[in-house]
């Protein structure tokens, strides 16, 4: 069994919760993203569908006993019951960038790297940034599809035949296609894996020998998500600060005419008053702006 490379995992990270500083800024706390998912909790994290056994050996001795008390809570719960108990759950847990991470990297990546083996013929004739795309997918949608005769599934069912046949040539066109069951965040993910599948066609397979993976958790072979709900990222900024920023902008270019309409000021100095006006308006909106989604440090 292969490793995936640093271009797949930063692909999932920035799918799943966009970077570092947006999470700290975000995402320490529980959501729920919609559809049929469950409390998502870390790097797309879904307590819905993980067992008491498995959030235990992940999250012990990374969070504290009261948080992981709380995780256990969200087990098993999906859909719009989830919506509620995230809310609920906001000030019971708390979960810092590395242990999320650390979670990640140490139990999520290495179990769906075993779940993708798992599911799917030949995986050791992708190149890591290949194998790395299809362990996203399956991250975000589970591996159920491959064997489900749902028609939203099909292409799934066809990747898993161009595996078999090891015509890898044809995944990315798949992956493009299962766009057509999304409208925005994840429609754009599946092109993006697509793109990034075409990338790692370029680049070497690895010639070390593979080893033999171990099978995944058992509710990792059979998590399916069929809404496939990513995480939204948040409007850069908020309808109430938006429409601040133009009261701002309007309000003072108003006071600014008015004073000019009863002889108070002059034209020249109404029209500077109104760039004033302007001015203030963008540089409120733009600290919003930065506020709300932090720069990361390696972007």
């Known amino acids: 069994m292969h490793s995936i490379s640093q271009k797949a995992i930063d692909l999932i990270i920035r799918e799943e919760v966009s970077g570092e500083a947006y999470y700290r800024k975000h995402y320490t706390h529980p959501e729920w993203p919609g559809g049929s998912s469950g409390v998502t909790i870390g790097i797309g994290y879904d307590l819905g569908y993980a067992t008491e056994a498995k959030v235990k050996a992940d999250w012990t001795g990374r969070v504290d006993t009261n948080c992981v008390k709380a995780m256990l809570g969200c087990v098993g719960v999906k859909g719009t019951a989830a919506k509620a108990l995230s809310q609920r759950m906001n000030n019971r847990i708390t979960v810092p960038w590395e242990a999320a991470m650390a979670v990640f990297m140490g139990r999520d990546i290495p179990q769906w790297i075993a779940a993708t083996y798992y599911a799917l013929p030949n995986c050791d004739l992708l190149t890591p940034t290949c194998l790395g795309v299809l362990v996203s997918l399956n991250y975000n949608r589970g591996t159920g599809g491959y064997t489900s005769s749902a028609d939203r599934f099909r292409e799934m069912r066809a990747i898993k035949a161009a595996m078999a046949a090891k015509n890898l040539t044809a995944i990315p066109a798949l992956l493009d296609s299962m766009s057509r069951l999304w409208t925005g965040g994840v429609a754009a993910r599946r092109h993006r894996e697509a793109n990034l599948f075409r990338v790692g066609m370029t680049e070497t ?23 496939a709900s990513a995480r939204a990222k948040l409007p850069t900024t908020t309808v109430e600060q938006n429409t601040t920023t133009g009261a701002i902008v309007v309000g003072g270019g108003i006071a600014a ?15 500077f008053l109104m760039f004033l006006a302007a001015l203030a308006g963008i540089s409120v909106w733009w600290t919003w702006y930065r506020n709300r989604n932090p720069a990361e440090a390696n972007p």
């Open 205 to 227: 397979v690895s010639t070390a020998p593979a080893l033999a993976p171990e099978a995944p958790d058992p509710d990792i072979i059979s998590q399916s998500r069929p809404e």
């Open 257 to 271: 005419q008015q004073a000019h309409a009863h002889g108070v000021i002059s034209f020249e100095l109404s029209l």
